[in-house]
């Protein structure tokens, strides 16, 4: 029985062989436990059984268009930045059977999907990561069509942050405002320290669940050099990110931009192949596929991740609205940086720089952006935005 | 097409036809154990020799033809075969593209006559080998080699509900996301022809850890350019990438032209 909870917000000193039983605290509570451990070529999330399957003594390289394992110098276990792909496989699966019908008779009965949520814990979440189920939370939980299966999944959740002590080349999470320290939306938040054979973590609570598992690590107060050294390790990341994206006006210049030459240029490059899509963590949006049984009797309604860089998914009666990659790519891209502000009130994008890195032509976010910032030239079509290319 | 909609208060009627092929699309229906009796209890398989001697003439309500055309004889067949099948269907890369045999669309297909057969004024064949569509209307294609099971239950459950078949068009990076492959690409620089290749296998291939290669043909909009352009970044030379372009789908016109671009270059 826990008596005296650490309290949320202060930071808390452990040595790393102190996290041990962390695991084991979570699965006592119910939850199953996900976070970042090495499969083939990658860093990746799956299930976790002990920290011992963390990537201790790895970390990710990373540019436009390639990704690469490479061992530290050290024995960090989360020396690494995010990987190909999210917790959104987590909170919003990319398939899921929304209902089956079973005939009866001349009519039909509606079997509902009731299974059971599952509840994650997930550990090593980025800053980036946080603002991203942020951003999901607003778009899929919203005050009037929320979604049943992210609702359910959203509720049991607990987060353990990680801050990032480390960055990659297509990190750009500074100018979109989701840079560590984390500040909240998290049960506990971690940040290592690793100083030669010491490997320690400063810990802080963000809830009373957090507390509580926190407790159970016998956590002693960080003194103010621990916390100026956690500090001065996320600063020093921070000032060392090679990308950024100029945001201010951001929204109305791609609104302005609509005709831009940069928009075919990129599209030459573009394979519309929705691998940016897949990997982005705040890209939502699914399709329907209704399977019916060979002999006739039942039927499946199921839901699948989806893309608007394929030609169905902008298709209406008639055809498909965006049939150029060029209008495609400046959906995505539209989409992503101005017309979700409108729609959610932020941008639907985080800076963590997976499209960047997974783009198998290794399409470039903040140079589209920035080139999409060059004045537009002469406006062709009397100025007026030309309605979307067939 | 339900029974009721063939007018006649019967089960559809199918047909198997083979061209140049190896029969493999047409074991992915026999293959389909678990659901080949409900199969047959849906449908009426009234010409099939791969699998019965039965063989009843047609007309028939639906034809799955599987192989390219490469002879006189397959040409004049497969005109038969249109005017006998209400809704024909091709099934496997071979009916679709041409198939790896659309290699000798390439070559001086005399020369392999002559290399290959002791008597090769027996041997009549056509110069090209090329897809069903070429000679007649299709009404529906199934990419792959082979094909793909659910696919094919897919497209009979989908005609017998009288519903449109789920059968995306899009690349094979969405199958491989969703699966929660790594890109084989990007983290480990093997080429790989997912993203302009079209859905359907459930990205086999990359969840073997290595890279796909078009067995399913070209994707809805694929930018080969744009992929030429990526193969050389990983250090492929201009044969490698031809020959990428020229495998399983060589003749499908968006690889040809890809293949032959990369070879004036």
């Known amino acids: ?390 | 097409m339900s029974s009721e909609e063939n007018g006649q208060g019967r089960k559809p009627t199918v047909a198997v036809f083979k061209f140049a092929s190896c029969d493999g699309c047409q074991l992915t229906l026999l293959d389909a154990e678990d659901e080949l009796l409900e199969v047959a209890d849906a449908v009426e398989i009234v010409y099939f020799p791969e699998a019965t001697s039965t063989m009843i003439k047609g007309p028939y309500d639906i034809g799955l033809v599987e192989g390219s055309i490469t002879t006189h004889h397959d040409a004049e067949r497969i005109q038969q075969i249109r005017r006998q099948c209400r809704t024909l269907v091709t099934i496997g890369v071979c009916a679709t593209s041409g198939g790896l045999q659309a290699l000798r669309n390439w070559k001086d297909v005399g020369e392999f006559v002559r290399r290959v057969y002791a008597k090769p004024d027996f041997i009549s064949t056509l110069k090209m080998s090329t897809p069903v569509a070429e000679h007649v209307p299709v009404d529906f294609e199934l990419r792959g080699c082979p094909i793909s099971k659910g696919q094919l239950l897919e497209l009979i459950s989908a005609m017998l509900a009288g519903r449109k078949p789920n059968i995306p068009t899009y690349s094979v990076c969405l199958e491989c996301k969703r699966r929660d492959n790594i890109c084989v690409m990007v983290a480990e620089g093997i080429p790989c022809m997912g993203p302009v290749t079209q859905a359907g296998c459930g990205a086999l291939c990359p969840s073997f850890r290595r890279g796909c290669f078009g067995c399913f043909g070209p994707m809805e909009s694929p930018n080969t350019a744009s992929l030429t352009a990526q193969f050389r970044v990983l250090g492929q030379s201009d044969e490698e990438i031809v020959r990428a372009f020229r495998g399983f789908s060589a003749w499908a016109w968006q690889f040809r032209q890809a293949g032959e671009e990369c070879e004036r270059s």
């Open chain 1, 1 to 390: 029985m826990v008596t005296n909870l650490p309290a949320i917000g202060t930071q808390f000193l452990l040595d790393a062989a102190a996290l041990a039983p962390l695991i084991p605290s979570l699965e006592r509570r119910g939850y199953q436990v996900a976070g970042p451990t090495i499969r083939g070529a990658a860093i990746v999330y799956d299930t976790l059984h002990s920290l011992d399957e963390l990537p201790a003594g790895w970390t990710t390289e990373h540019e436009a268009g390639t990704y690469r394992l490479k061992k530290r110098a050290d024995d960090a276990w989360f020396g690494f930045t995010v990987g190909p792909d999210s917790w959104k496989r987590y909170l919003h699966p990319p398939e899921a059977r929304l209902f089956a019908a079973r005939r009866d008779g001349q009519s039909f009965q509606i079997v509902e999907e009731n299974a059971e949520a599952p509840r994650w814990a997930l550990v090593g979440v980025r800053s980036c990561e946080l603002a991203a189920i942020a951003i999901q939370d607003r778009v899929l939980l919203g005050e009037h069509y929320g979604d049943v299966i992210y609702e359910a999944r959203r509720r049991g959740l607990f987060l353990v942050a990680v801050n990032c002590t480390v960055n990659s080349p297509t990190c750009f999470c500074v100018s979109m405002h989701s840079a560590p320290p984390a500040e909240a939306g998290f049960d506990l938040a971690l940040t290592e320290l690793v100083e030669g054979p010491r490997h320690r973590f400063l810990a802080e609570a963000g809830s009373r669940q957090g507390a509580e598992v926190l407790a159970e690590l016998g956590p002693a107060e960080a003194t103010a050099t621990d916390r100026r050294e956690a500090e001065e390790a996320i600063k020093k990341a921070m000032g060392g990110l090679q990308r950024s994206m100029r945001t201010a006006g951001l929204r109305e210049m791609l609104y302005e931009h609509f005709e831009h030459p940069r928009w075919e240029d990129a599209a030459a490059r573009c394979l519309c192949c929705g691998n940016c899509t897949m990997v982005c963590p705040t890209c939502f949006c699914t399709t329907v596929e209704d399977r019916s049984a060979v002999d006739g009797n039942g039927a499946e309604r199921l839901r699948k991740w989806d893309s608007c860089f394929s030609e169905n998914f902008s298709y209406i009666h008639g055809g498909s609205v965006r049939m150029s990659a060029k209008s495609r790519y400046r959906q995505w891209l539209t989409h992503k940086l101005a017309a979700w502000v409108d729609q959610f009130g932020s941008a639907g994008c985080v800076g963590c720089g997976r499209c960047i890195t997974w783009c198998p032509a290794g399409i470039d976010l903040t140079k589209e952006v920035a080139a999409l910032w060059e004045p537009a030239g002469p406006p062709r079509n009397g100025g007026h935005p030309a309605p979307g290319p067939r």
